[in-house]
């Protein structure tokens, strides 16, 4: 049994006659005929009753319409889903994304992306950088979108391995407590670790309890010279990705800033607390600068402004050449942060 004389059979029902039938799908009448009846042969029952008036189906026959029908249905369904795959509109693709590009740029990425192709599902992970990495080589995920200090030297290293895409910049931003009160001229601000004055003590400049700090639309820039002396969270260095701890090290290194201690902690998400509870400073990347907003945290410009990290999408050799991986890195490759 063909599809196409299921085709076949459900015209000549739906026509009433072969005649008809048959100019409809542009057959002779004389090879649907034979056609009908070598189905009636393969199923051992007949389909149809034939009168002057034309044609209708027997019980057996409406049976098969019905089926006919479904099973038509759904190959016309499957066909244009393929269809679909082949466009790039349909599909599933696996995005592991560090944590600070989840918060603000995956996001913005994922609304654009579903107004273009809804159909296609994507499935993001927030691991550290080198597990993203580790998940894409073992084929687990198909793309990895990283944060690096150093992108020359990081697409020489792995240009064998991985086609890289750019993803802009990252600026890095000041990330103080959220009652923090440091000026633009250095030293003018509370040192992490120690109480900030009463604003009822002699000399206090402090924000009474009952009263929030106040927060501004374009808030002022602290110098780097304030994180002299400061308490500064910095999360572990990995050798397979040299991101933000060797970028905020070299602008330390730059302009003689030495930090009174360092906070080593996992990844930028588990050093926040540290920065709300007012125990630490973080110099830290904010994507788009939207990232940081959801925490309780102070985000500031820092002047002069550190060399900003750079974010890149990985994927394995050749992966481009699937239909709905190159339409969601056309996305990005479009993205308004590129031509920054």
């Not at 273009?116 to 992970?125: G, K």
């Not at 639309?217 to 910095?234: K, M, Q």
């Not at 999360?235 to 991101?243: E, L």
């Not at 906070?263 to 630490?280: D, H, K």
């Amino acid at each position: 049994m063909e599809l196409r004389t299921l085709r076949y059979f459900v015209a000549v029902v739906e026509a009433g006659s072969l005649t008809a039938a048959a100019a409809q799908l542009r057959l002779s009448q004389p090879s649907l005929s034979v056609a009908i009846s070598r189905l009636e042969t393969d199923v051992g029952v007949p389909l149809l009753t034939r009168s002057p008036r034309g044609v209708e189906p027997t019980a057996a026959g409406r049976f098969l319409l019905d089926a006919s029908s479904r099973v038509l249905g759904d190959v016309a369904e499957i066909t244009a889903t393929l269809g679909r795959f082949g466009a790039g509109l349909a599909g599933t693709i696996s995005l592991a994304a560090v944590p600070v590009l989840m918060w603000a740029r995956v996001p913005r990425l994922l609304r654009e992306f579903a107004a273009v192709a809804p159909d296609v599902e994507v499935r993001p992970v927030d691991p550290p950088p080198w597990a993203a990495i580790e998940l894409l080589q073992q084929g687990r995920v198909d793309l990895a979108a990283i944060l690096v200090a150093d992108p020359r030297r990081f697409s020489r290293r792995h240009r064998d391995e991985f086609d890289i895409l750019d993803w802009g910049e990252v600026p890095l931003v000041a990330v103080l407590p959220p009652d923090h009160g440091a000026a633009t001229d250095s030293g003018g601000g509370v040192r992490p670790g120690c109480a900030p004055p009463r604003s009822d003590a002699p000399g206090g400049i402090g924000v009474p309890e009952s009263e929030p700090p106040q927060r501004t639309a374009s808030p002022p820039a602290v110098s780097l010279r304030d994180f002299d002396g400061a308490t500064v969270v910095l999360p572990h260095r990995t050798a397979a990705v040299p991101s933000l701890p060797e970028a905020v090290e070299a602008t330390f290194r730059q302009y003689g800033v030495e930090p009174g201690a360092v906070r080593s902690v996992e990844t930028i998400q588990s050093g926040m607390p540290l920065i709300e509870a007012g125990l630490a400073w973080g110099l830290l990347p904010d994507p788009d600068r939207a990232s940081l907003a959801r925490f309780n945290v102070s985000v500031r410009p820092v002047t002069p402004a550190p060399k900003p990290l750079r974010a890149l999408v990985l994927m394995r050799r050749g992966a481009a050449t699937d239909p709905t991986l190159r339409r969601l890195l056309e996305r990005i490759e479009s993205d308004p942060v590129n031509r920054v």
